[in-house]
Structure formats: C-alpha cells, structure tokens
C-alpha cells in the first residue's frame, strides 16, 4: 500500500511537473501573456478584459496574478532575454520603481486609439492609468454600531484588539501610514510623526496582515472589526454578503493611480498594446464601474455611476480633491520605513 | 569477473543526469546567490564587499530574528518527535492492512497544498474558529484565546503539516529493529520501560536523527505556514528575505540574509549529523 500511494504520488508529481513544463496553450496561434492583480482584479480581468480583447483581436490572453513587485522582480530576473509576460500592472509607486528599474517601457499613443480619451492626468509617459483606488475605513456593521467617519475611530479604546492593518508590503498599507504622517504634520521626507502614532495603535491591533490577499480574508473571518481597507475590495466583499460597510473619511481619502505597461523585450508587444488600450475602452470602463467590480473609469466618455458616483466621485474634479502622495520620495524612504515598521509592530 | 568490475566501475555512471540536474539548478543558482551577496550597491552595480554582512550583523533586530526563527524550529521539531514517536511505533506493529490505512493517514497532509492546509489552519484557529467556538461554549475560557498570528498557533499549524517528515524516517527505522531484541531483553527481566530506553530507543536513533533534520529545516523554512498563521507581527527569516528580494528589491541584501540563514540552519543540521555518527559508533563499535 505504501508503496502504492508512493509510486502513484511520483506519478502525480511527474505529470504536474509535465503540464507545468508546457508553455500554456503553446499551441494556440497567438497568445499575449498579461499579469494581473490576484484576487478581485484577476476575476474582473478574466471575465470583462479577456473576452472583449479575444473578440477584437483574435488572439488569447493568459492572465497570471501576480504582486506589483513580483512582477518587478520577475522582470528584472529576465532583463536581457524575452519578457515572461508582456503586459504589467502595477501601482504608482512599484510603477516608478519599474521605470527606474529600466523594465517597462515608453508607451506609443499613436498604437493606443482610446489614449486620447482618457484625463490628460492618466496619460502616462510609460503607460495610461487604468483606475484610481481610494482607501478608507471597512467595518462590520454587525459589531460596530457607530459608523466611522476618521481614522481617529481606529484609536477608539472600545476596538481593543479589533483593529486591522497591513504591512508596508501593500500600497493600502503605506497610504495609510503617509496619511497619518500627513495628519500628524510630517512629510514623506519625515516619518516620526507617523511611527510615534502607530506606536499607540498597538493596543488596537487584532492583525498586520502580511500582504493584501490576507488581508480581505481578515473581514470575511470576524478576525477584525474594523480597518483600513481599498474601497473597491470592501464593496465586493459586500456584495458577495460579508458584513462590511466601507467609509470615506473626513480628512480626505488618500488615493494612487494603478497603471498598465508594455514591458520591454515584450514578446507580442502589438498585442500588448492592444489589450491595454482595451482596458482603456469605454465598453471595457463602464462594464467594470458596476457592482459587485466597482473599478473607477479613466476614460472621459465614462460618467461615474453606482458606488462610484455615491461613494468616492461625481465628477471627475472630486478625484483631483483626493489625497495623493509622492511616490518617488516613498520609493527612497520605504526600505527605512520597513525595517522601522518591522521593528515597532513586533510583538 | 573482469566484466562485472567493470560494470561495477562503470555504475557511477547512473548518478549523472541527476548530478548534471543539481548542477544546473541548484549549485549554480547557489553559487550566484553567494556572489551576489557579495554585490555592495543594491542596484547591483559590479562594486564588490562585506557591506550587506555588515548591515546585517550590526542590526539587532536582524539577530533577534534569526534567533526566533531558529528557536520556533526547535519547538516545532520537538513537538512532531513528541507525537510523531509514539504514532511511528504504532504503524511499525500493527498489521499490514492497518498499517496501510494509517501511512495513508500521515502522507495525506502531503497530498494537498500547503497554503490550502495552511487556511484550513485560519478557520481552525481564528477567533471565530471551530477551536475557539468550542473553547467558549464549553466554559473553559470566556474569551477567545489568541491563537491565529501567535506564535503557539504557528507551532501547532508547523507541527501537524510536517508531520509526515518525522513519522515516516522514523517507521522505516523501527520496522527494521529485530522484535526478538525487545523479548530477549524482557525475557532477561527488564521492565517494558527499561526495554524501551535501553534497547528500542537508541536503535531507533538514526530514524530520529533523520527525521528531525528533515522536519526541522521545513519548519524553519516554511514562509507559508510562518507568514499566514503569523502574521507581520511575527517576523521570521524567511519572510525577512521576501521583504528584501520582492518588496524591497535588495536582491545582495536579501541574498546576505539568506546566506546568513542557511549557515546557521547548516550549523545545526551538522551537529546533528555529528551527534548521529557518535551514536552510530557507540552502537556499532
């Protein structure tokens, strides 16, 4: 028997090991090989992006989720070779280190029809935003009877050991530390104030989740109580009919462009210019902005509808109101920032 | 005669594609990592030196964590030889049919993933979870305990998903012991006890030497298992070299920190072949 189960393991494993050999759908004509965002992105990439691009271009698309940067790691292992995908997605700081990174490159407008559409802001040099994200508070209403209005909430004595966060390894959980630098009057060039905060959340924390993906699964579990969380994720959760209600707080809600690229040494760098300007596409837009997706358009021919209108904008002037950061001085500060984070949340 | 020498020279042979496969995909990817620990500037600009050993060495806090990580090794490790021992001892005397019913049951961990055993452990340990749903409801406790992101519930999520590296060297082992050593020695007068740490227990060393560095260094390495029953609050090596090599993209620094890492695990897993060999010779003469 054992020597069965053995044998039939090695079996399993060497055909896995087969499959996972065979470039994917190495036989189908024409295949781009685009990197998502897991989760929620991958879902609304699969079922709206995937098929809209198949019908106007021919070609498949395989989507891999993958972390902002570990497609920067993964390009830069390959740098010199083919590309192991050809389109990026990534947020504006992994973005900036990605150029400087020399991985990603100058987008053509002339290749991109649907690139004038879009707010002169979102025209990026090395690739178009495809949404903004907005951050704020999530909680259960079920638990929370006060809704929350700031990030002060967090403090309150009553969410003792109810309180979650992420480490700086997510945007979501650096914005949230650069706005309570901002609140507290410092700068990205200074993040005392910040540190010295967080220092008295402590008592607060149920959970520093390590990374984003972990960090949804927190809500969904009655793991935490209330936290910051991406506007877009949290009415997703909602709408799957986990108790979750998501806030705007009154200091401003701390927002980052997402962005797509053509990466250098793409292998189908027609199609990956096709897929992205697809993403761009007022069909594509307006399709993502309804529930349960709730993507946020860049595309000008695209009015904010649903949550979008009633929660973060009307127009496109709200989103010039929201909070933005300096990603660049992020970038120089945010290897300190970790091993400060690292130090001060250890238990 | 001549001709079976020569076959048997020849036999080395055999061994050759999986060299040129360790070769090729693991002493080379070593070698690189090594060198580019060496790499002084992160943007890896060819200017060589110990800065990354320095910048970790002179970090307490880097320390601390090589130290915790090491310790929850330990921990673990002790806690699958606790239960693994006695499960082992079982399976090597029950009958045949029986005993293929329970290596099914310690392999099966093995069968799935480990981040899916990994969440299975969330829901088993939340503060909503089955564990402490049950711990309330019986009055044992009035609150939830804290296990998820402690480092108890990383022990125990450690000590269940690498079982089976534990158990299995150690059935092997003890199904070769010779049951005749253990009635000769009762039939001499020994107590069952007496039995078991004079004969059974030194016997079964080699197994328990395997099976701990096996267990050992998954446990300290499992990034998975430390990360989602962790937490960020809890930092262990490996996903301190995560933080660098992805988020950070300080490839010498995080190659430093794992080459710092792996000395130490060598360290211990050579004391531990070290204190095998001892045995074996007091053993064996």
Known sequence: ?347 | MAGAMEKKSNEWRLALPLTLFFVVFFVAPLFLLIGISFQAERRMTGALGLNQYTAFLGDRLNLEVLGDTLLLGVKATLLCLIFGYPLAWLIARVSARLQALLIFLVILPIVTSVVVRTFAWIVILGRRGIFNDAIVALGLSPTPLHLLFSETGVVIVLTQVQMPLMVLPLVTVLQRIDPNLASASQALGASAWRTFFKITLPLSMPGIIAGVILTYTACVTAFVTQSLIGGSRLLYMPMMIFQQAMDLQNWPFAAAVSVMFMISVLVIVGLLVALSRSRAAQLYG
């Open chain 1, 1 to 347: 028997m054992f020597d069965i189960s053995r044998r039939s393991l090695l079996a399993g494993a060497a055909a896995a090991a087969g499959t996972s050999l065979l470039p994917s759908g190495a036989f189908a004509a024409e295949e781009l090989v685009a990197a998502t965002f897991g989760g929620t992105w991958a879902n609304v990439h699969k079922q709206i992006l995937a098929p809209y691009f198949t019908k106007k271009t021919g070609a498949t698309v395989a989507q891999s989720p993958m972390l902002a940067t570990a497609q920067i790691a993964k390009l830069t292992a390959a740098k010199g070779g083919p590309a192991p995908f050809d389109v990026a997605m990534l947020d504006e700081g992994p973005a900036l280190e990605a150029i400087d990174a020399g991985v990603i490159a100058k987008y053509d407008a002339s290749k991109s029809p649907n690139f004038a559409s879009l707010n002169k802001k979102f025209q990026g040099e090395y690739g178009p935003a495809i949404t903004m994200q907005a951050i704020g508070i999530a909680y259960n209403p079920k638990t929370v009877k006060a809704p929350p209005t700031s990030w002060a909430d967090l403090w309150k004595p009553e969410y003792k050991g109810r309180v979650g966060i992420t480490s700086l390894a997510s945007t979501l959980g650096l914005a949230f530390l650069l706005d309570i630098n901002r609140l507290e009057g410092g700068t990205e060039a200074s993040m005392e104030p910040a540190f010295k905060k967080l220092k008295t959340l402590l008592p607060n924390l149920a959970a520093v989740s390590a990374n984003f993906g972990a960090h949804g699964a927190l809500f969904q579990q009655g793991e935490v109580d209330i936290g910051v969380q991406n506007f877009k994720f949290a009415e997703e959760l909602k709408a799957k009919g986990v108790p979750i209600e998501f806030v705007r707080v009154s200091t401003g809600t701390p927002g980052w462009k997402t962005t797509m690229h053509v990466v250098n040494g793409a292998v189908k760098p027609d199609l990956a210019y096709a897929y992205i300007d697809s993403q761009l596409s007022a069909e594509v837009q307006s399709a993502m902005q309804k529930s349960p997706w709730n993507v946020i358009p860049t595309n000008s021919k695209v009015p904010y509808e649903g949550l979008v209108a009633s929660k973060i904008a009307k127009t496109p002037a709200d989103l010039d109101k929201m909070v933005f950061f300096d990603w660049q001085k992020v970038n120089k500060g945010r290897a300190d920032w970790t091993a400060q984070f690292n130090r001060e949340i250890r238990v």
